[in-house]
C-alpha cells in the first residue's frame, strides 16, 4: 500500500489473480483531448461539437453495420425479383420521370427501398450505442422497424393505387429481417470477441462511490467480459480510514479531481455507484463538469440482477424515480410458454424417437440394466416429480456414492465429479453432449418441466430454505441460465444467483435467447460431466 499525502491519495491495489481480467487493455480504443474548463450548463450543439467522445469504437462497428443491413436489404429485393414472377407486376405499364416499367421497379428495389429502410433503422433508433453489443433491445428495434417499413410500403401502395404482389412484399420483408438479424448477430460476436481476447471496443471505467457499492459495481460487470465494461480504478465519496489496508482488483483513490483521475488512469466512462448518486446538485454538477469533455457519465444504483424491462422511470417535478415493477409469473405469456413446451415437447419425442431408440439400444450394450434412470426432484411450488433420464452410470451407483462423497467437486446440492468412476464409457459421452437428458421432454409433455427453467434439484436434500426457495415459483427447466453460463464449472452460490435472476426476470425473447445460446453451449461441450 501506498500513500501519496500531497494529493491525498490513496493506492489500495492488488494484482488480480484472474489472467481474464489482468490483460493489459490497448489504449488505442479511445483518444484524449485537450483540457476543458468547467462547463455552465448551458447545452451544446450536437452538430457543432469539437470534442469527440473518447470512445472510438461505436463509430467503425456503426459504420459495418450500415454496410450489413444495406447488404441484407439488397438480398432480400433480389431474392424477390429473381424467384417471383409477378414481383414487377404494379410497376408494368408505368413511367415516372425517365423511368419506364423495370426501371421503375428495380430503381424502387434496390434505391429507395433500402435508403428508406436504412433512415428507418436510424429514426428508430437501432444504431444508437446504447442498444449496441449487449441485451435484445437492438434486435427488438430492427423487427419494429421492419413493420413500419411494411405498413409504409402498404399505405404508398394505397395512396398511389399500385397493386403490389402481397407475395413479394412478404418474402421482402420477411427475408430482410432475418438478414438483418443474422447480419447483427454476426456483428455483435465479432464485438464480444474482440473486447473479451484484445479488450477493444470495450470502455474503461473509473468508478465513484463508497468501497462497499463500488466492489459490487465491478463484480457485475466483470461477469460480462462481452458487456465491454472495465473497470480501471475506484473513487472513493466515503469511508476512507475503512477503506486502509483492503485488498482490491484495481487501484483506489480518495479526494482527486475526478477529471484528472479520467485523463491520469485512460478511462471514458465514469460510473456513479449507489450512494453517491443521492448526494443533492452533486451529480447534476458532475454531469456539467463532463460536457465536452467526451466522456460518458452512467449511473449504477443499488439494483441488482433486475432486468431493463421491469424498471421505469418516472419524473417527478424533476426527480427521477426508478420504479420497479413485480415479476411477471402468470398471464397470457406465461400461457404461450406453457403451451409452446408442450407443443415442441411433443415433436421432439416424435422426431427424435429412433434416435433415442438408438441410445436406448447402446445403453443396454454398454450395462445392463434398466435404460432410464428416474429420481425425485423438486418442482413448481414444492411438488415433487420423477425425472426421466438416460442411465449414464453402473446399475450400483448409488451404492458406490457414499465412498466417493469426500471427493465431491460441487460446493452445493448437487454431487459433481469430473472423472467420476459410477460413469460407463457410453454414458460418459451421452452427459457430454447432454444427450442423457433428452427424456425429459416427457416430463416437459406433461407438464412438470419447461424447456427453461431452473435446473429442478434432487428432493432427498430435504426442504430448500431462503432465497433457494424462490426457484420454485417457476417450474424447472431442461436447460436454464447458469447452464448457458458455465454449467459445472459455477459454484453454487452463481447458479442460485442466475436461477433466481431467471425467475424474476423470465419472458418469452429470454427463453429463445437461453434456447439458442444452449445450443452452442452443448456442441462446445462446455461444463459437462
Not at 92 to 115: G, M
Not at 167 to 188: N, W
Not at 323 to 329: D, G, I, R, S, W
Not at 408 to 431: T, V
Amino acid at each position: 500500500m501506498r500513500e501519496d499525502v500531497g494529493d491525498v491519495t490513496t493506492s489500495l491495489h492488488r494484482p488480480v489473480t484472474d489472467s481474464s481480467r489482468s490483460k493489459p487493455v490497448p489504449y488505442d480504443s479511445f483518444e484524449w483531448q485537450q483540457e476543458q474548463p468547467p462547463s455552465n450548463g448551458v447545452p451544446r450543439s450536437a452538430w457543432n461539437r469539437t470534442h469527440k467522445r473518447l470512445s472510438r469504437w461505436h463509430r467503425p462497428y456503426t459504420m459495418v453495420l450500415v454496410l450489413l443491413d444495406l447488404i441484407s436489404i439488397l438480398s432480400a429485393s433480389y431474392l424477390a425479383a429473381t424467384f417471383l414472377e409477378k414481383a414487377k407486376t404494379g410497376f408494368r405499364n408505368r413511367d415516372w420521370l425517365f423511368l419506364h416499367d423495370a426501371q421503375l421497379f428495380y430503381f424502387f428495389a434496390y434505391v429507395v427501398l433500402p435508403l428508406g429502410w436504412l433512415i428507418l433503422l436510424w429514426a428508430n433508433g437501432t444504431y444508437d450505442r446504447r442498444y449496441l453489443g449487449l441485451g435484445s433491445e437492438e434486435f427488438k428495434r430492427v423487427v419494429r422497424c421492419s413493420v413500419t417499413v411494411v405498413a409504409c410500403v402498404s399505405l404508398l401502395a394505397f395512396a398511389t393505387k399500385t397493386q403490389l404482389s402481397r407475395g413479394t412484399v412478404a418474402l421482402v420483408s420477411v427475408s430482410a429481417v432475418l438478414f438483418l438479424l443474422l447480419g447483427r448477430v454476426l456483428a455483435r460476436q465479432v464485438l464480444h470477441f474482440a473486447r473479451r481476447r484484445t479488450g477493444h471496443g470495450a470502455h474503461r471505467m473509473i468508478l465513484v462511490g463508497t468501497l462497499p457499492e463500488a466492489l459490487e459495481v465491478y463484480t457485475a460487470v466483470t461477469r460480462s467480459p462481452a458487456a465491454g465494461l472495465i473497470p480501471v480504478a475506484i473513487h472513493l465519496t466515503d469511508g476512507f480510514a475503512a477503506a486502509r489496508g483492503i485488498e482490491t482488483p484495481v487501484p483506489v483513490y480518495a479526494a482527486r479531481d475526478v477529471l484528472s483521475l479520467v485523463r491520469e488512469v485512460g478511462a471514458d466512462t465514469i460510473a456513479v455507484c449507489g450512494s453517491a448518486s443521492a448526494e443533492p446538485g452533486e451529480l447534476r454538477r458532475l454531469a456539467w463538469q463532463l460536457e465536452g469533455t467526451g466522456v460518458d457519465l452512467v449511473v449504477a444504483p443499488q439494483l441488482t440482477d433486475i432486468a431493463g424491462p421491469r424498471v421505469h422511470i418516472r419524473p417527478i417535478e424533476g426527480l427521477p424515480l426508478l420504479h420497479v415493477e413485480e415479476p411477471t409469473l402468470s398471464g397470457p405469456g406465461w400461457l404461450v410458454k406453457n403451451l409452446l413446451d408442450r407443443v415442441a415437447a411433443g415433436l421432439g419425442l416424435l422426431l427424435l424417437s429412433p434416435f433415442l431408440l438408438f441410445i436406448a439400444l447402446g445403453i443396454r450394450i454398454s450395462d445392463r440394466g434398466p435404460v432410464f434412470y428416474r429420481q425425485a426432484r423438486v418442482g413448481h411450488e414444492g411438488r415433487t416429480f420423477r425425472v426421466w433420464k438416460f442411465r449414464t452410470m453402473y446399475v450400483d451407483a448409488e451404492e458406490r456414492k457414499a465412498t466417493l462423497e469426500e471427493l465431491n467437486e460441487s460446493d452445493g446440492m448437487m454431487f459433481k465429479m469430473k472423472q467420476d468412476p459410477r460413469i460407463f464409457s457410453f454414458g460418459a459421452k451421452l452427459r457430454a453432449t447432454s444427450m442423457d437428458e433428452l427424456p425429459q421432454l416427457i416430463n416437459v409433455l406433461k407438464g412438470e418441466m419447461s424447456l427453461v427453467g431452473p435446473r429442478p434439484l434432487p428432493a432427498e436434500d430435504g426442504d430448500y430454505l431462503g432465497d433457494v426457495r424462490r426457484r420454485l415459483l417457476v417450474r424447472p427447466g431442461m436447460t436454464g441460465l447458469w447452464q448457458v453460463s458455465g454449467r459445472s464449472d459455477l459454484s453454487w452460490d452463481e447458479a442460485v444467483r442466475l436461477d433466481l435472476y431467471y425467475v424474476d426476470n423470465w419472458s418469452l425473447t429470454y427463453d429463445l435467447g437461453i434456447l439458442w445460446r444452449t445450443i452452442w453451449v452443448v456442441l462446445k461441450r462446455k461444463g459437462a460431466y
